[in-house]
């Protein structure tokens, strides 16, 4: 099934599910909570959170197992199986955005989210690079204090190399806060491209 956010939620947030391979979900029962994001066209619960007295809770409905000849096989893994819709191999690196989803989710539940947050991301559309325009990107941060960060933005296609851009000083108020990141056409391919982001 593909990937489908459902609501806004700092486990999603910054997460490319238009671009995360496909992969199987299960779910027993029906988990009280809020669904934040969703699989297939059904829109099945992937990812449920909620919150039990003081305690929060998130289940994540991947399936971490294959299976062979009517078996599952067990793997030593909580990331999602991935599953190839064709014969063509995996062409980005997938992985690093299932383990921000987790990571993400354990600080959630946790209650140890960060003290500032990438809330949003979003292109503002795309560009031609014939015409050496340069890409914008559109970030959304919540801040719990004043602070100052360091913005760091690698800009990639597919399994190439990643290419770091200019780090980026920001001081913060607390509450939301928005930027506009251009990032130059000579570092895009021709694609899509995908920046990702560390503060």
């Given amino acids: 099934y593909d990937w489908n956010r459902a609501l806004p939620h700092p486990v999603t947030a910054g997460i490319p599910f238009e671009v995360l391979p496909t992969t199987r979900f299960s779910l027993v029962g029906q988990p009280k909570g809020r669904v934040i994001a969703t699989a297939g066209k059904e829109r099945r619960p992937a990812i449920i959170v909620g919150q039990i007295g003081n305690s929060r809770v998130a289940v994540l409905a991947y399936e971490t197992s294959v299976g062979y ?17 064709s014969s063509d191999p995996a062409t980005m690196d997938y992985w690093e ?20 947050q990438l809330a949003s991301v979003h292109s503002r559309g795309p560009v031609d690079l014939a015409s050496a325009r340069q890409a914008l990107v559109l970030l959304r941060f919540k801040s719990k204090q004043q602070q100052k960060v360091k913005l760091v ?19 913060l108020s607390p509450g939301e806060a928005q930027l506009t990141l251009p990032v130059p056409a000579e570092e895009l391919l021709d694609g899509d491209n995908l920046v990702d982001f560390w503060l």
């Fill in 69 to 85: 000849r009517g078996r599952a096989m067990p793997i030593s893994s909580l990331m999602p199986t991935y599953y190839e819709r």
């Fill in 97 to 116: 955005y299932m383990h921000s989803l987790l990571a993400k989710t354990i600080l959630w539940t946790a209650q140890a989210e960060r003290p500032v």
């Fill in 153 to 171: 933005a690698a800009v990639h296609q597919g399994l190439r190399p990643r290419v770091y851009l200019e780090p980026i000083e920001l001081s």
